[in-house]
């Protein structure tokens, strides 16, 4: 069994979505970002760096990882699915995954906080934030034009990017002339993995404003 730290986040949900698409079971622990669940010291022996998710794999001596993209690797490598055994293919799936963490998470985080968060609006890192985010959805659009998926097989590559690219309108990025990565974030979105998992932990009972004054006191 699986025990997953998670929240309502594209980061939580690369997390959900994988143990979904693999089919393995697990069992969710919800934490509440903005009370610091995340930061306790129970909480802090699994992730050293208070961020969410982290996983508990209690079939395996009660092994602790934490960091999305190794979370999916691990889940990825313990069932032989979503991750090619061949060095290359391994390779081009881990190329993308990295892209994802490296760039399009957080780029795109960062025209969350100065697009929707801070309470002082600074036009240039607004700008600077959502321009680098639709290049970097633009680099994923042109691999995509004519490979139906990022790494050849559909692969954690594939979910972490699109955990994040689904989210663009909050992150106020137009994607309407970017059509290769529409086709390819509505097909992944009718993945029933995929709609599973990203309704792990449950949808947030707040408001809009509410939730924009929780991350916020996060930030602060």
Known sequence: MIELFTAATPNGHKASVTLEELGLPYQVHALNLAANDQKTPEYL???????????????NDDFAVFESGA?????AEKTGKLLPSDVK????VIQWLMFQMGGVGPMMGQANVFFRYMPEKIPV???????????????????????EFLAGDYSIADIANWCW????????????????????????????????????????DVSKDDFIAGARKMLS
């Not at 293919?89 to 081009?92: A, N």
């Not at 992150?171 to 529409?182: E, M, T």
Request: hydrophobic share 35%; aromatic share 4%.
């Open 71 to 75: 979370i999916m690797i691990y889940l």
């Open 165 to 204: 690219v689904r989210t663009h309108p909050w992150s106020g990025v137009d994607i309407s002339d970017l059509p290769s990565l529409q086709r390819w974030l509505d097909q992944i979105g009718r993945r029933e993995g995929a709609q599973r998992g990203v309704a792990v932990p449950g949808k947030m």
């Open 89 to 92: 293919g391994r390779s081009r």
């Open 125 to 147: 890192a607004i700008e600077r934030y959502q321009r680098e985010s639709k290049r970097l959805l633009t680099v994923l659009d042109t691999q995509l034009k004519d490979n």
């Open 45 to 59: 022996r699994i992730n050293p760096n208070g961020r969410i998710p982290a996983i508990i794999d209690r079939d």
